[in-house]
């Protein structure tokens, strides 16, 4: 490899650990991979979650891989999830148990989201999308607050990466075991 196909490559991959997937970015992958990324990034933060409802938290994470696993849509069930953890979320104070818990309720909105638009109605994949963007955002802001949004970054690239390369429709369900660890290089110092 050349000198300037390095510094390009360099410049690439620090670019990518400044800014995050956008919408735009995930609105390329299939519905059903949007949740799964999504219920992914929620998910590698979870640990952050302390205090009372880590049930809900948990269980509306479940919601969106159960059903991007399955690509069955439910949007009852993901919806009210999406509205429990919401409810907590409000009530915590700006740290990263807070970001978490909205983390996971955007999450289980994505799948929300995803299930409307399998069921027809328009746009909501690109809700759905928009909502994953947000998972995005929560998780790296919960992860700041431990010094690891660096590290989370680069997972969550990665992640991007593989649902990316992958040609599934919208009607593919996503393996569970798509992404493989969580974390490739080990967890970040301090982390729960």
């Given at each position: 490899m050349n000198s300037s196909v390095k510094r390009l490559t360099g410049s690439i991959l620090r670019m990518k650990n400044l800014f995050l997937p956008s919408q735009d970015d995930l609105s390329r992958l299939s519905r059903w991979a949007i949740v799964a990324f999504a219920a992914r990034c929620a998910c590698r933060v979870r640990p952050l979650y302390q205090g009372a409802n880590s049930e809900l938290i948990e269980q509306a994470i479940g919601i969106a891989q159960e059903l991007s696993a399955k690509a069955v849509p439910s949007p009852v069930r993901a919806n009210n999830y999406a509205a429990?953890?919401?409810?907590?979320?409000?009530?915590?104070?700006?740290?990263?148990?807070?970001?978490?818990?909205?983390?996971?309720?955007?999450?289980?909105?994505?799948?929300?989201?995803?299930?409307?638009?399998?069921?027809g109605v328009p746009r909501a994949d690109l809700n759905a999308a928009e909502q994953s963007a947000s998972v995005v955002h929560y998780a790296r802001r919960a992860a700041g607050f431990y010094g690891a949004d660096t590290l989370v970054n680069a997972a969550i690239w990665r992640d991007f990466d593989i649902l990316d390369a992958q040609r599934w429709t919208n009607d593919t369900p996503v393996p569970r075991g798509v992404f493989?660890?969580?974390?490739?290089?080990?967890?970040?110092?301090?982390?729960?």
């Open positions: 429990q953890v919401g409810a907590v979320a409000k009530q915590l104070k700006e740290g990263p148990s807070a970001h978490v818990a909205w983390a996971a309720c955007a999450a289980a909105a994505a799948a929300e989201r995803a299930s409307r638009a399998a069921n493989g660890v969580m974390w490739r290089d080990g967890k970040p110092t301090g982390w729960p």
